[in-house]
């Protein structure tokens, strides 16, 4: 896992297909390193459930501590998972999060909804334009202003790059265009 301030991925992010959207809570704030471990274990036992591998999984995982109660938690996104029933995998990701730790442990998973805006949600910290509005929350959990990927996220957008350059010089043979040549030089 890679974590990086990614401002310029939040719209890359928007070009994958996730199939989950969620936000895990502790009934008891663990130390940074702990949650993450936690969240990360998350992972892997959706892994299982879907029975892929946990490399193939693509995830982007963000912490926050709340507005209200300022109370800690991640708000994460799971894609790769080839999973027929996302609403069943949401359930069943709840379910393991309260049974991996106990009660006062909330997760609230939902089939990820592209209309619902969900990578702007969780890369809202990554906006420069709205940096100032978010400056309270973002300064209330030194780990706010970041979005851990995994490996496979950056695969998958350099597989998307690499598609839309192809596809991109692919028209510009069509129309007679050169990629090479300024299109004033073609004139």
């Not at 008891?28 to 993450?36: E, L, N, Q």
């Not at 969240?39 to 029975?51: K, N, S, T």
């Not at 996302?86 to 999060?97: D, G, K, S």
């Not at 910290?125 to 995994?150: H, I, M, P």
């Amino acid at each position: 896992m890679q974590r990086y301030p990614l401002d310029s991925y939040a719209y890359s992010l928007a070009r994958i297909r996730w199939d989950v959207f969620g936000t895990l809570t502790f009934r008891s704030v663990p130390s940074p390193k702990k949650a993450y471990g936690r969240a990360w274990a998350l992972m892997r036992q959706a892994a299982e459930l879907v029975q892929r591998p946990y490399s193939q999984l693509l995830i982007a995982l963000r912490a926050e501590c709340g507005e209200l109660t300022g109370r800690f938690h991640f708000h994460f996104l799971l894609g790769g998972t080839q999973t027929r029933n996302a609403i069943t995998l949401a359930h069943q990701l709840e379910h393991r999060w309260f049974g991996m730790f106990g009660q006062g442990a909330i997760s609230k998973c939902r089939p990820y909804d592209r209309s619902r805006a969900g990578v702007a949600y969780v890369t809202k910290c990554l906006s420069q334009g709205t940096w100032g509005a978010n400056r309270y929350e973002l300064g209330k959990f030194n780990l706010a202003d970041t979005v851990t990927l995994s490996r496979s996220v950056f695969r998958v957008i350099r597989s998307l790059d690499r598609m839309g350059a192809d596809a991109a010089a692919r028209m510009c043979e069509k129309d007679g265009l050169s990629m090479r040549k300024p299109l004033a030089a073609q004139a």
